[in-house]
């Protein structure tokens, strides 16, 4: 497949973009920061994004989404990462619906994704427990109590957790923490007794949650694929967030990249424009380099979940460890070549820099996805 | 598509029939490389027949067109033909300056008769051309070049000297960047030539380089006489002409770091560090050996990406500078961690066990990479300039 976008997400990402831009800019982010907002996000936008059908973009057309595949949600994402827009996009229309869309029996499917279609259910991915992403190391456990399992353990990190009203949860039904096998995936209603959630406040100003689980009852229907084979439906949905917040980085390091390079037109020094000094003139240079390079990986990775879901791991490895790094590399210049003012909460450069910082965390940072790399390819 | 598919059918059954099982080796040195020309020495029978089979099909030049001696394929086709070499691991039956530089310009700038006289000939390997750019007071300000060449009615004389020109006491003829008009602004008094190496006042003094081979020369020019006939495009246009071969050599030479190894990195550390659990015993290597295969599959990506935005018309005409700056700095990160990788072994300069030195000699020329073509550094310039528009780049 060519590695451009057809005139369909070309016409996509323009919409997209034009629509955040008037109705989600940056100010939307310091709003909702600065007036603490209780939700952290605006629920007036994610109708918006609900009525564009944003909402239901992975879900399958019998269902009432769009079936659209992963370079449109990416196209979506890249354009909230420029913006630094918090929405429930990610949380709920890319890891919840991909994940019940994939593994879902017919009537979890009927129960859950015409909700989230329509805007009536937020739902997300409870899966870290540690401070750094170990998918393989999940101790949470689920023991069997009658028909049923009782779940205990805490998660952390669980993005949109603070208003999810449902949660993939998971857990280990056997085996020890370190196995592949043994994990299984359930469908947790958010006010179920025993499940306790806290809100953290993150560096970017967008939203996670600590949630604990003290012998939450789930029915054996809430078993969302397999008992004890839930590693594959598992790292499948992983492969999708983490394309999908490489694609995010993407645009939010571009957008940065561009105010960076129209403020090397703007500001003089010495007399001159900043931008005529080669070692900025390079740096920047060697930057835009490095970016084009990332966007080709990140293509070449969300069109591998659409051609070959289940052979998409390396790609996506590639994908988020260099999208990772250079992001980081475009804020920390940004940042460096704004000056004094760059390092201002006024100015908006800075904010990138946040944002970027936890999506190279989310879902394994560049290090994890260079381990994973090696490992697959047996060195 | 299913024509692509029955191309890709035929082209496979006529690969392994006529490919010569030889022919179908990783070459172990640049020897290997058959060049072509009119003093060329063939390695084996099998070398020979391997570039005349090609040449016949026109696929030591698969997209030029028929009438040059090309293939005449589409850029679906060639790529289809380049894969299933790479699958059948047939090796490239010509290799050339004619065929990655001069063609490309001379199909877009040459005359009727130029393109009749010079392509067919690149494409059977028959005349081997060598590069006339750099000069000893210009490398990077290639448009400050002084070789000059005079009105003499209907020939033009030419004097004065090139250097580091690679091949040049090898090759039959040399594309040339001459001066014609002194008086005019350095870039609008240049001029494209073509001539015959054997003409008279022509010599050539070759140069060693770090890595003991010696591929290029210094090139002089005493009175050289060539006719006006071997002039490319218009009189004092030669610049617009050789940045657009430039950008071909840029391709080229950018793309060398993606052709892979027999063995892999991790194979090749494997070997010298060990392994515990089935990860490099070297854990600082392992992390250096994955990032660099990130970058290099993310690059090969990236050169794809290139030309699909090309063939939709969407290329910026300067991303041969970002495919030569990434590609070459890339090769040079291989070739250290092949060295890195390699250990006391990766150091022998002599012997079979070595073959004669083959990493060494590898690392050491993958050093010119960033250098040839045009230098990392004037890439940057250039994507400074053309690309993020920044001023008085
Ligand atoms: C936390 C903080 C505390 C500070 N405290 C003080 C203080 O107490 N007193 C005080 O007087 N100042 C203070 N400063 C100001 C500080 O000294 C300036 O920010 C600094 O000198 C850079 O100037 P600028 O911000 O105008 O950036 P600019 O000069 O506009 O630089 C912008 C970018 O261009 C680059 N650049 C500029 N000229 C060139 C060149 N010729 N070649 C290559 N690159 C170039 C810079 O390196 C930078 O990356 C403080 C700044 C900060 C961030
Ligand atoms: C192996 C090899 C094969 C070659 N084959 C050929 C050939 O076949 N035909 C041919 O014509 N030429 C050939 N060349 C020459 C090559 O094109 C030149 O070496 C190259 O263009 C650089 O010119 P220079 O060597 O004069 O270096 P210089 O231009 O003197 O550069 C020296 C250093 O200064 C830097 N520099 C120069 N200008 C700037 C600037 N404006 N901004 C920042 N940095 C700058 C350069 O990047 C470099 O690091 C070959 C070179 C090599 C190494």
Redesign the interface.
């Known amino acids: 497949m060519?590695?451009?976008l057809n005139d369909e997400q070309t016409m996509l990402r323009d919409n997209a973009r034009g629509f955040l831009a008037k109705n989600a800019p940056i100010a939307h982010l310091r709003a909702l920061r600065d007036n603490r907002d209780a939700d952290g996000f605006s629920r007036a936008l994610w109708k918006n994004f609900v009525q564009m059908g944003w909402a239901g973009i992975l879900v399958p057309q019998d269902y009432g989404g769009l079936g659209l595949g992963h370079v449109e949600a990416g196209v979506v994402m890249e354009e909230l990462g420029r913006t630094l827009t918090p929405s429930p996009f990610l949380s709920t229309a890319v890891l919840a619906a991909s994940a019940i869309a994939r593994a879902g029996t017919d009537q979890q499917k009927e129960n859950y994704l015409p909700k989230i279609v329509a805007g009536e259910l937020i739902a997300t991915l409870a899966v870290d427990e540690t401070a750094k992403h170990h998918p393989e190391k999940i101790a949470m456990t689920a023991t069997r109590a009658g028909n049923g399992f009782k779940l205990s353990g805490a998660k952390t990190f669980v993005i949109d957790g603070h208003v999810a009203k449902l949660l993939i949860v998971v857990a280990r039904t056997s085996g020890k923490a370190g196995d592949t096998a043994g994990l299984t995936l359930f469908l947790v209603d958010a006010s179920a007794p025993g499940v306790r959630s806290e809100r953290t406040s993150t560096v970017d100003t967008h939203n996670a949650a600590r949630i604990t689980f003290d012998d939450v009852n789930a029915s054996a229907d809430s078993v969302l694929g397999k008992i004890d084979a839930g590693w594959d439906v598992l790292e499948g949905v992983l492969n999708v967030g983490r394309a999908a917040v490489a694609a995010e980085m993407v645009g939010a390091s571009e957008e940065a990249f561009s105010r960076t390079?129209a403020y090397?037109?703007e500001r003089k020094q010495f007399g001159?424009?900043i931008?005529?000094f080669?070692a900025l003139?390079?740096r920047?240079?060697?930057l835009?380099?490095e970016l084009?390079?990332?966007?080709?990986?990140v293509?070449?990775a969300l069109q591998t979940l659409d051609d070959s879901y289940d052979r998409a791991g390396a790609?996506v490895?590639?994908?988020k460890?260099?999208a990772g790094l250079s992001a980081t590399l475009a804020v920390n210049e940004a940042v460096q070549m704004h000056g004094g003012i760059g390092m201002t909460d006024e100015f908006d450069i800075g904010l990138f820099m946040k944002r970027v910082r936890v999506c190279q965390e989310l879902f394994g940072d560049s290090?994890f996805?260079?381990?994973r790399?090696?490992?697959l390819?047996?060195? | 598509m299913e024509n692509l598919e029955n191309f890709r059918k035929e082209t496979r059954a006529w690969l392994e029939a006529n490919c010569p099982p030889e022919m179908r080796r990783s070459s172990q040195s640049e020897d290997d490389t058959c060049w072509g020309g009119r003093h060329w020495k063939f390695q084996s029978d099998a070398q020979r027949q391997w570039l005349e089979r090609m040449a016949a099909k026109g696929w030591t030049v698969p997209e030029w067109p028929r009438e040059y001696g090309g293939g005449g394929l589409s850029r679906e086709e060639a790529k289809i033909l380049r894969q299933t070499m790479r699958e059948l691991n047939c090796r490239s039956p010509l290799d050339s300056f004619g065929i990655w530089m001069l063609g490309p310009a001379l199909l877009k700038y040459g005359n009727e008769e130029q393109k009749r006289e010079h392509l067919p000939k690149i494409a059977r390997g028959e005349i081997r051309w060598c590069q006339g750019y750099s000069e000893p007071g210009s490398g990077s300000d290639l448009a400050s070049l002084q070789t000059r060449a005079e009105d003499k009615g209907d020939q033009f004389l030419v004097n004065g000297s090139k250097i580091w020109t690679s091949y040049a006491d090898k090759a039959d003829w040399i594309f040339c960047l001459v001066r014609t008009d002194p008086n005019a602004p350095k870039h609008e008094g240049i001029s494209f030539l073509l001539f015959d190496m054997e003409s008279a006042g022509v010599s050539t003094k070759p140069i060693i380089l770090i890595s003991g081979s010696s591929p290029f020369c210094q090139t002089f020019f005493d009175d050289v006489l060539v006719p006006k006939a071997n002039l490319v495009g218009k009189l004092n246009k030669g610049w617009d002409i050789a940045k657009y071969l430039l950008t071909h050599e840029r391709d080229m030479i950018g793309g060398m770091g993606t052709t892979s190894e027999n063995r892999?990195l991790?194979?090749i550390?494997?070997d010298t560090v060990g392994?515990h659990n089935?990860?490099?015993a070297d854990t600082a290597l392992?992390?250096q050996?994955?990032?660099f295969?990130?970058?290099a599959?993310?690059?090969r990506?990236?050169m794809?990406?290139a030309g699909?935005?090309a063939?939709?018309g969407?290329a910026h005409p300067a991303v041969s500078s970002?495919l030569k700056?990434?590609g070459t700095e890339l090769n040079k990160r291989r070739m250290e961690l092949v060295m890195s990788a390699g250990g006391t072994d990766a150091l022998e300069w002599e012997g079979e066990r070595s073959r004669e030195g083959r990493s060494a000699r590898a690392w050491l020329r993958s050093k010119a990479n960033s250098i040839e073509g045009g230098t990392s550094?004037v890439?940057?310039?250039i994507?400074?300039k053309r690309?993020?528009?920044?001023?008085?780049?």
């Open positions: 060519a590695l451009v390079v090397l037109k001159k424009a931008g005529e080669q003139q390079h920047a240079a060697h835009y380099c084009e390079v990332t966007r080709a990986a293509l070449k790609i490895s590639v994908a460890a260099r290090n996805h260079a381990d790399l090696a490992r390819n047996r060195y | 892999s991790g194979q550390a494997a392994s089935g990860m490099l392992r992390s050996i994955a990032a295969e990130i970058d599959l993310a690059f990506l990236t794809d990406r699909d935005m063939k939709v969407h970002l700056y990434y550094e890439q940057l310039n994507i400074a690309i993020l528009g920044l001023p008085g780049a």
